[in-house]
């Protein structure tokens, strides 16, 4: 699946630098997307020089250098591994309305050409989970309170020990933001997702399911697997 996904995003990625100077990317942070930044991270197809990437979302109230910070997974997993044009990261401990708006402005330059998420296990894409999801928002960054299933994934995924370590609050890229990006390759493993997966699928759309308004994309590709899509026969 992570090896899928990876190739299609590297396929897609090298078209666009054949007919663009530039392509800007956005990159989720989560263990559903190891496989696939891996795969980016030894890519000899693209030509990272002319890319400029971004963050979805970011914890608030973390130390500098914590673990868990979104920034740091990706530093680790593709950005301090290729030599891209720039690195834009959210620094969640500078005060929030400055950064959201520094952010905002940086997202706003030029349009988004591809973008790499997943699905959280309450539906979320980046941090709108449903409480606050909206599919209109006016707003680019927002500071979000994190739905407690949504800090329980946390705890399930092994990034922290106990439900009292996860941050409360976050910084998040909104749902236009993501929507309004032109190539979507969203990755989604793991039985704790299928019925998010299901929602998203084949649910209304709606803000009980946010990642359920990814059926009006006009270009998303997802990969799921067997756990995750459930009982299908793949062969």
């Known amino acids: 699946m992570g ?4 190739r299609d995003v590297e396929a897609r990625v090298a078209g666009l630098l054949r007919v663009k100077d530039e392509v800007r990317m956005i990159f989720a942070a989560a263990p559903s997307q190891n496989e696939m930044l891996d795969y980016l991270a030894g890519s000899e197809l693209i030509d990272w020089r002319r890319v400029t990437a971004f963050h979805m979302d970011e914890y608030i109230g973390l130390n500098n250098g914590a ?14 591994k290729v030599k891209m044009k720039n690195v834009h990261l959210i620094n969640a401990n500078e005060d929030t309305r400055q950064e959201a708006e520094r952010y905002s402005r940086l997202i706003h330059e ?12 309450n539906g979320h894409i980046a941090f709108n ?53 032109s190539h979507l390759f969203c990755v989604v493993p793991g039985m704790s997702k299928r019925d998010a997966v299901y929602n998203t699928i084949n649910g209304p759309v ?11 994309h006009p270009d998303c590709s997802f990969y799921f697997d067997r756990d995750s899509f459930g009982d299908v026969d793949f062969e």
Request: glycine share 6%; aromatic share 6%.
């Open 110 to 121: 030029a349009p988004v050409d591809v973008i790499c998420l997943g699905i959280g296990e």
């Open 67 to 80: 673990e868990q910070l979104f920034s740091l997974y990706l530093t680790r997993r593709l950005f301090s």
């Open 3 to 6: 090896l899928a996904a990876g």
């Open 129 to 181: 989970d449903p409480p606050v999801a909206d599919f209109n928002d006016p707003l680019t960054v927002k500071k979000v309170s994190l739905d407690r299933s949504c800090r329980m994934q946390q705890v399930n995924e092994g990034c922290f020990a106990t439900l009292d370590e996860v941050p409360r609050k976050a910084l998040t890229l909104t749902i236009p933001v993501i929507t309004g990006g």
């Open 206 to 216: 709606t803000t009980a399911c946010p990642a359920s308004v990814l059926q009006n």
